[in-house]
Every structure is written in structure tokens, then in C-alpha cells.
């Protein structure tokens, strides 16, 4: 039989686990970059964009036609998700150190 007592003791401290990691996702932040640098994006934990970075050189190159302006998206398009692969590496990383190793499905 289960002691009421002691959920609701489990759920007070799951409650607080949640806390603590939704704090520290936004306290985490990684960048991700492409083109040899010319785009960097940074994002948090959270896998919220905070800033994006284009090096002026990469635009001052275009030339104006499509296929520039094409490169150029793809180079951010590329930072972002290598931004948010590593969001998603911090987070496991991050879960799973809170957690001392407990495998839980979903989470590693």
C-alpha cells in the first residue's frame, strides 16, 4: 500500500527537481557555427535563439545574386541546428547528471 504521506513528499521534491532544471537550461549556453565562422548562433538550454552573429565580411561578399543570398541562409540555417544539436547534448548531459545516473525512458 502506498503512504499518501510519502507521495506527496515524491511529488514536492519531482516538483523541485523540475525547477532546478528549468533553471539551469537557461543558465546553459552553447553556440553553433558554419561557414568557418562567418554565422555563429547562440541559444540557451532552453533551445531559445539569443543571438545570431553574421561576420560583415560574409555579406559584404554578396554579390547580390540569388545563389549568394542562398549560401548565406543556409549558413544560419546550418548554425542554428548545430546550436540546437548542442542544446540537446547540454540538456541530456545536464538531466542526467541531476538525476546520479537513474535511466529514466526518454531521457537517455
Known sequence: MI??????????????????????????????????????????????LLKLHIDPAAVSSLSGNQQDVEMLEDLVVSAVNEAGRKADEAIQSNVQ??????????LG
Do not use: C, D, H, I
Open 3 to 48: 503512504n499518501p504521506l510519502k507521495l506527496t513528499e515524491m511529488l514536492s521534491q519531482a516538483s523541485q527537481l523540475q525547477e532546478e532544471v528549468q533553471r539551469k537550461l537557461e543558465q546553459t549556453v552553447v553556440e553553433g557555427s558554419s561557414g568557418g565562422g562567418a554565422v555563429t548562433a547562440t541559444m540557451n538550454g532552453k533551445k531559445q
Open 97 to 106: 547528471s541531476m538525476l546520479g545516473g537513474l535511466k529514466l525512458p526518454g
